[in-house]
Antibody
Framework: EVQLVQSGAEVKKPGESLKISCKGSGFSFTNYWIAWVRQMPGKGLEWMGIIFPADSDTRYSPSFQGQGQVTISADKSISTAYLQWSSLKASDTAMYYC????????????WGQGTLVTVSS | EIVLTQSPATLSLSPGERATLSCGASQSVRSSYLAWYQQKPGLAPRLLIYDASSRATGIPDRFSGSGSGTDFTLTISRLEPEDFAVYYCQQYGSSLTFGGGTKVEIK
């Protein structure tokens, strides 16, 4: 059974760092891209970036690249992708999903359950 | 970046009715690399349609997709109670972008 299991909800203060995870199982993790998608409260889906764990090739959405907003990484040895922040802001409060994408021009065919990140002083 | 505009923002219909959702692109979507997702409250999105008109595994045939170029449509032939949700289009032919979503609500 294909699974993408994300780490649990987080409550952080502005300025703190955070790393959330997405662990894949039931498929060959290194044959797929893993994307991260943000959903702010009551809003739509926003693609943040994507990584190919086999070689760590990483692409970012223009909206999330620059000024080190977020960093996407992966550890293929444990089939896990990560999304991290060095300094959180209140505006980072959102649900974050990871999703799987096959190689080539393909959609996101399987999603994790989501990780809720709340940033509040 | 390709901008996707979904309309209407909200669609109020009754069970059994036909739903027609639109997704317009700011420029032509390469090879009709367009997908539709369904999201229910508190759950992750689920892939319904890919390559504009192909149903994903396990998706009922009341869901159909059509279109090419800059205009795409998701049709639900007869709404079932479980179909009331938010629907998003996504293009994946030039980087990746999502539309803003259409909420299908019970009238």
């Amino acid at each position: 059974e294909v699974q993408l299991v994300q780490s649990g909800a987080e409550v952080k203060k502005p300025g703190e760092s955070l790393k959330i995870s997405c662990k894949g199982s039931g498929f060959s993790f290194t044959n797929y891209w893993i994307a991260w998608v943000r959903q702010m409260p009551g809003k739509g889906l926003e693609w943040m970036g994507i990584i190919f764990p086999a070689d760590s090739d990483t692409r970012y959405s223009p909206s999330f690249q620059g000024q080190g907003q977020v960093t996407i990484s992966a550890d293929k040895s444990i089939s896990t992708a990560y999304l991290q922040w060095s300094s959180l802001k209140a505006s980072d409060t959102a649900m974050y999903y990871c999703a799987r994408r096959d190689s080539g021009w393909k959609p996101f065919d399987f999603w994790g359950q989501g990780t809720l990140v709340t940033v509040s002083s | 970046e390709i901008v996707l505009t979904q309309s209407p923002a909200t669609l109020s219909l009754s069970p059994g009715e036909r739903a027609t959702l639109s997704c317009g692109a700011s420029q032509s979507v390469r090879s009709s690399y367009l997908a539709w997702y369904q999201q229910k409250p508190g759950l992750a999105p689920r892939l319904l349609i890919y390559d504009a008109s192909s149903r994903a595994t396990g998706i009922p045939d009341r869901f159909s997709g059509s279109g090419s170029g800059t205009d795409f449509t998701l049709t639900i032939s007869r709404l079932e109670p479980e179909d009331f949700a938010v629907y998003y289009c996504q293009q994946y032919g030039s980087s990746l972008t999502f539309g803003g979503g259409t909420k299908v609500e019970i009238k």
